[in-house]
């Protein structure tokens, strides 16, 4: 390729058509994209297809799971289960893993010959998810709403704005709402001009729907019609591990230790309790790190990450301002302190005054005694 | 060097609200745009300097591209300061109110109009949009293969070999050239300016000839835009409504003063910590 | 291109974007505006952005502002408010007591200065030189925030030749080279110069001032108060201040002497003791901390000035000169007229192309015929009076506290004194006793340096005793570890901006101090949780957190050893004063 051809246009002669004119009528069917990770179902396509359900009685249209992979067996049944009313699959040695063009390939075309195009379409805020759901939107120039945390359907009324042709009542809207800027406002997005109205959502937030292995559906094969162009990336190596950093992301609970743990065993006990949970990992304050208790990638806070588990639980953390705005917006935090004036019960939800070196061992206790009795229900495949 | 396959980076720079200063926030949380200060976009510094260690390897030229109001030269001139060689305002009253669609679209028609490059770097995601849409849609119109999340590269012959972030661990890839990358915050910080670089931008402030040098503004016209497929119209969405969130936290409850297996107790009941047990 | 050229040279550097500098800029502007002379200058500053390390009270006379600016009330000159109501409180920990105005020292009126917000003003005057520089095509001036002078440099003669401004000072744009280089700098680094040239034969003496903004819920603008007492009972020289801003802000700030025999001050937590006072609860009540930072003011004052103000390629202006009277506690209007001075004198050296120590001492001189030496002058054994008569720190005002506590108003306690008048008295008493004993002619008087009083065994007095207040709002006071994140640092990695020169000498000054229960006065007097004593291997080492810094140079001014020297950083790494 010389200097000057690089940018001409693109190859592909397929026109960035819109894939429908009136959104509303005839109503479409809502698609959620449900991504693998090593051969399986990862939990937020489970948590779309949740919300997706809602969305779809609310139109009274079928919910479309989308998936994409090798060797896919059971999993189109699972979708299924998990709220499917039909599954569009490709199955394809080209597609074991995700790349960015392959999958955009198959999916455009696809969703390029529907006669009715899908009103909606979810994808996760992964990294997956907001590779790929970019590339679709700007293909059919369709609007995207991003890291969406509520999903709804509603109608919506345009009345100014300088474009006479948007000027309408809009029934049957995706209302795609999401925190704006600063956090402390919720936007609500919509798009209703064109469909698919699409959305991403964060992990962790939408909530999966119990399998039911009675459900049943329809499997669709998706063509797959790869071009060389399709390969200008290739994957050389994947890794995945616990352990290469610290998934702060996915982590349900955070256990958090500070200056109060007096020494880096403390962290012995912090992981302990960690491990207790299903999803659970170690923070640290910048205190605790500094004194080299604990590596950096643990930190939480102004300078370390930013996290918003389920659970944050706060072990001899004095609540410095500059921890909190790492991780105030947990949804529960639970702190644990000897100081009963200790500024991180200004915000913490529950707040137990005592020595962590016997609070956190009795916790362990009793979420271990509590295990006997309680079901688990697993998600994954 | 000068034989590197890597003549021209770009690199897609955003001005945004100024969120590191409580100035210019409203009470409310909000951002009072009369009052609020304006900067680089903290992402973008990353894909400034992932363009600039790529000028660094191979000589080749770095052009900073944004889109925004006259103002937004400011982040040209910090640009500059840090050693991009020239620059390009994407400027004009038709933009306002674009959303990702209709920035990328705009920016698209701005990059081919400039014609010729091997690599497009953007930020992750900016702080006032927070979309991570922008590069991918840019992407998409250029007809490129991409690398999101990227924490660390290198120009390896007519190919990048990149490591990019995904769940739980990292990936490595290859690409051909021409590629878009986004480039994630776990990249090299941005080093501070240059005096050199700090001497030229006053230089260019005082001298309009000098700066036409090396800043070009360019309106939808000049770079052949279709109006309507960017700004308000060609915005597929629209912000409908914004709602107040609710502070989280604030009424702790204490447990103290008892013996600790009932403190427990009381927060294991009251919880739903117990669900998270594996 | 003038940039492209090998080595970076100018006619003048101006080393921090200071006060004075910047009145000197002004000045300069203008002058060569006038005369025609066509010259080149760099300001370096080593904030991010323009008075973004800069922290002061700020009260101050418009009679400088008024001569530099003459149109400023027309302009978008950032006033917090006139004063119209000033205060002088005696403090007792429960209660407090105005002074009448009639009994007020002269200088403490305030009636009629402006209240302003320092970073604020230097910004301001940043933005104005820009424009005025659009109208005078033949001056260049080149704006380096974010950059400091690291070191002074020399030619073989030992004449300033300019200042290295990056890491290495090897390649070419490592240095910045002028005829003339002017130090603004607080002494950051031209204390080198002053050492070098061994021109202060008396040590500065310095205090620390912390301050927070506070958002609150009445209107203050306009009111200053200045604070005697509680919480400082101890014999420490200082006291607080209140000053009413406009949109409901109000400034609380104490200064706090260095030269204390106390070595664990702990100011920052002084100043929340302060606040623990029921009528600060009030004032507060309900508001919200918006900024917190901590700055160094000079004090020696007359005594403490170098005998050289310039030498060959250099000059000295404001605090780096030491030109702050602690009486008034007037550093701005000083520092502005050494700008205004040394402008004179080197729009001079412009036109002549001397810039020997010869046509610069001009500066000295000049300013030698201003309100600032008069005033220095004037006041020039204040400080010393009250080192050399404890007993009014000691005895005379924890007594007046106490009377106050226990009455209402200080007289009973006064009378018990032996004095009538509670605030004039001892002012009168001190003047009496110049006059008397004959200091007023007394010459040269010596100072220690800061820390030469500290005693590892210092056992607080009963009288500086208080009891907290524990009616204290928590949402009022702030750990020292809270307090940094609102003075907004930013820090990068591998700055390393603080030297401690030998570790062992650290280990041996921490022991010193422990065994009494006590703890290292770089330690307890850090206005911002930098140092601290690791334990490693049953051993006391000195760690410090460099990114929580603000660089107000209190650890190095307290150390006993003379073990730390805090540096100027690199990148504009530090705090973020803007708002103090
Ligand atoms: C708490 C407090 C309250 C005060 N209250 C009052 C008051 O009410 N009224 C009054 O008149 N005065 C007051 N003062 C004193 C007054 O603020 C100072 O005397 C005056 O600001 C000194 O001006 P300056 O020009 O010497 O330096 P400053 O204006 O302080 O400026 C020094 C500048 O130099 C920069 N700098 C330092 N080193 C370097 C370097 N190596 N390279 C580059 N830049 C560098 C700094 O970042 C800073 O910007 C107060 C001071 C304090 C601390
Ligand atoms: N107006 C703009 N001008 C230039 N680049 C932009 C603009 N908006 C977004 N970008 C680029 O796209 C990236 C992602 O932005 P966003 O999708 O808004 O989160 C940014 O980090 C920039 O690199």
């Known amino acids: ?381 | 060097m000068t034989n590197s396959a890597v003549k021209d980076v770009f690199v897609m720079i955003k001005q945004v609200p100024d969120t590191r200063s409580k100035a210019g926030l409203n009470p409310d949380g909000t951002i009072n745009r009369a009052q609020a200060k304006r900067m680089l976009n903290p992402f973008d510094e990353y894909a400034l300097q992932a363009a600039l260690n790529v000028k660094k390897q191979t000589g080749c030229r770095v052009t900073a591209i944004t889109m925004g109001p006259p103002p937004a030269i400011e982040i040209l001139y910090t640009a500059l300061e840090h050693g991009a060689d020239r620059c390009y305002l994407l400027s004009d009253r038709r933009l306002a109110a674009s959303d990702t669609l209709a920035t990328a679209f705009a920016l698209w028609k701005t990059i081919e109009h400039l014609n010729g490059f091997q690599m497009i770097f953007c930020g992750l995601q900016t702080t006032d949009g927070d979309t991570a849409q922008v590069g991918p849609q840019l992407a998409e119109r250029l007809n490129l293969p991409q690398v999101t999340y990227c924490e660390d590269f290198e120009v390896v012959g007519d190919k990048l070999h990149a490591r990019r972030v995904v769940e739980g661990g990292w990936q490595r890839v290859v690409s051909e050239l021409p590629v878009m990358v986004t480039v994630a915050n776990s990249y090299h910080p941005l080093e501070f300016k240059s005096l050199r670089g700090a001497r030229m931008v006053q230089e260019l402030m005082r001298n309009e000839a000098l700066r036409s040098q090396y800043i070009t503004t360019v309106d939808l016209d000049v770079v052949g835009a279709d109006p309507d497929l960017t700004g308000l119209k060609g915005s597929p969405t629209i912000v409908a409504k914004t709602d107040k969130v609710g502070s989280i936290g604030g009424n702790c409850a204490m447990h103290q003063g008892q013996a600790v297996e009932a403190l427990v107790r009381e927060v294991t009941l009251q919880t739903n910590l117990l669900e998270f047990a594996s | 291109m003038a940039f492209d050229e090998n080595k970076i040279q100018y006619d003048v550097v101006l080393v921090g974007a200071s006060t004075s500098n910047l009145a000197l800029a002004h000045r300069l502007v203008d002058l060569a505006s006038h005369s025609g002379i066509s010259f080149s200058m760099a300001i370096l500053e080593k904030a991010r952005e323009f008075g973004g390390q800069i922290l002061s009270g700020a009260v101050t006379p418009t009679h400088v502002i008024d001569k530099l600016f003459p149109d400023w009330r027309e302009t978008d000159f950032p006033v917090e408010g006139v004063c119209d109501e000033s205060h002088f409180t005696v403090m007792g920990a429960e209660r407090k007591w105005d002074a009448p105005n009639m009994l007020l020292p002269a200088g403490l009126d305030k009636k009629g200065y402006l209240i302003i917000t320092l970073s604020q003003v230097v910004a301001w005057m940043v933005d104005k030189l820009k424009a005025k520089l659009q109208d005078a095509p033949k001056v260049t001036v080149d704006f380096f925030n974010g950059f400091a002078a690291h070191e002074i440099l020399y030619d073989n003669t030992d004449k300033v030749v300019g200042v290295r401004v990056s890491r290495t000072g090897i390649d070419v744009e490592d240095n910045i080279y002028a005829h003339v280089t002017v130090f603004g700098d607080k002494g950051f680094i031209s204390q080198d110069l002053v050492k070098k040239f061994n021109l202060r034969k008396n040590p500065q003496l310095w205090s620390v001032g912390v301050k927070e903004v506070w958002s609150i819920k009445q209107d203050l603008a306009g009111k200053v108060w200045h604070t005697l007492g509680f919480p400082l009972l101890d014999g420490t020289f200082g006291g607080g201040f209140l000053y009413g801003m406009q949109n409901n802000r109000l400034t609380v700030g104490l200064v706090v002497s260095l030269d204390s025999e106390n070595p664990n001050l702990n100011p920052q937590q002084l100043l929340q003791d302060y606040k623990t006072h029921p009528w600060l609860q009030d004032l507060l009540k309900d508001g919200t901390l918006l900024k917190y930072g901590a700055a160094l003011l000079p004090e020696g004052g007359y005594f403490s000035l170098p005998d050289k103000f310039a030498v060959d390629g250099a000059m000295l202006l404001g605090d780096a000169l030491g030109t702050l009277n602690v009486i008034k506690l007037a550093g701005v209007d000083h520092a502005m007229e050494c700008g205004w001075q040394a402008a004179g004198v080197l729009h001079k050296a412009l036109q002549t192309r001397q810039y020997d120590e010869a046509t610069l001492i001009e500066y000295q001189h000049n300013l030698g015929h201003t309100f600032v030496m008069s005033d220095l002058h004037g006041s020039r054994y204040f400080r010393y009076t009250f080192q050399n008569n404890p007993k009014l720190l000691k005895e005379y005002v924890p007594k007046l506290a106490r009377g106050i506590d226990n009455d209402g108003h200080p007289f009973a306690a006064a009378i018990g004194l032996g004095l009538m008048n509670p605030i004039g008295a001892p002012w009168d008493g001190l003047k009496a006793k110049l006059f008397l004993d004959g200091w007023r002619d007394a010459g040269f008087i010596h100072y220690k340096k800061n820390y030469a009083e500290y005693e590892p065994d210092y056992v607080l007095p009963e009288l500086a005793k208080y009891k907290k207040n524990d009616h204290a709002s928590k949402d009022t006071l702030y750990s020292r570890e809270d307090a940094v994140f609102y003075a907004g640092t930013k820090y990068h990695e591998g700055n390393d901006h603080i030297d401690e020169f030998d570790a062992d000498v650290c280990v041996r000054c921490i022991d010193s101090y422990s065994i009494h229960g006590k703890t290292t006065p770089c330690v307890s007097d850090c206005t911002a949780e930098v140092h601290r004593i690791d334990e490693m291997e049953g051993r006391h080492l000195h760690g410090m957190s460099l990114e929580n810094c603000i660089h107000c140079r209190t650890c190095e001014i307290v150390c006993p050893q003379e073990n730390i020297r805090v540096k100027p950083t690199y990148q504009g790494s530090g705090p973020d004063f803007m708002g103090l």
Request: net charge negative; glycine share 10%; aromatic share 6%.
């Open chain 1, 1 to 381: 390729m010389t200097d000057t051809d690089q940018t001409t246009p693109p190859q592909e002669a397929e026109p960035n058509k819109p894939v429908a004119l009136n959104a509303n009528d005839p109503l479409g069917e809502v698609w959620v994209f449900c991504e693998l990770q090593e051969g399986k179902v990862q939990t937020v396509g489970l948590e779309l297809l949740g919300a997706g359900r809602q969305l779809a009685d609310k139109l009274d249209r079928p919910l479309a799971a989308v998936v994409l992979g090798h060797n896919l067996g059971e999993i189109p049944r699972q979708l299924i289960h998990h709220g499917a009313d039909k599954v569009y699959k490709a199955d394809h040695p080209d597609l074991a893993e995700y790349r960015t063009l392959p999958f955009r390939r198959v999916l455009c075309d696809f969703m390029g010959q529907q006669a009715i195009p899908p009103h909606s379409m979810l994808l996760g805020s992964t990294t997956t998810g907001r590779d790929l759901a970019p590339r679709i939107a700007a293909h059919f120039q369709t609007g995207l709403t991003a890291d969406t945390t509520e999903l709804d359907i509603g109608p919506y009324d345009h009345k100014g704005g300088s474009d006479a042709s948007k000027i309408g009542l809009y029934e049957n809207c995706l209302y795609a709402i999401r925190p704006s800027f600063g956090e402390s406002l919720k936007a609500r997005i919509l798009g209703p001009w064109k469909n698919p109205q699409m959305a991403t959502t964060r992990p962790g937030v939408m909530i999966p729907l119990d399998p039911d292995p009675s459900r049943t559906g329809e499997v669709v094969d998706m063509p797959v019609h790869l071009q060389p162009a399709d390969f200008r990336l290739t994957i050389a190596e994947t890794v995945r591990e616990a352990t290469a950093g610290v998934d702060f992301d996915n982590a349900d609970v955070i256990v958090a230790g500070g200056y109060g743990l007096a020494n880096a065993d403390g962290f012995a006990l912090m992981k302990e309790l960690a491990d207790c949970f299903e999803n659970g990992t170690v923070g640290a304050s910048r205190k605790a790190v500094d004194l080299g208790w604990i590596p950096y990638v643990h930190q939480v806070g102004q300078t370390g990450k930013t996290v918003r588990p389920k659970i944050y639980i706060a072990c001899g953390i004095s609540g410095a301002i500059q921890h909190r705005v790492g991780m105030q917006n947990s949804g529960l935090i639970i702190a644990i302190n000897k100081d009963p004036d200790a500024p991180i019960f200004k915000f913490a939800d529950h707040g137990i005054v005592g020595d962590l070196y016997q609070v956190v061992p009795e916790m362990i206790k009793q979420i271990k005694s509590s295990k006997g009795s309680k079901e688990v229900s697993s998600v994954g495949v």
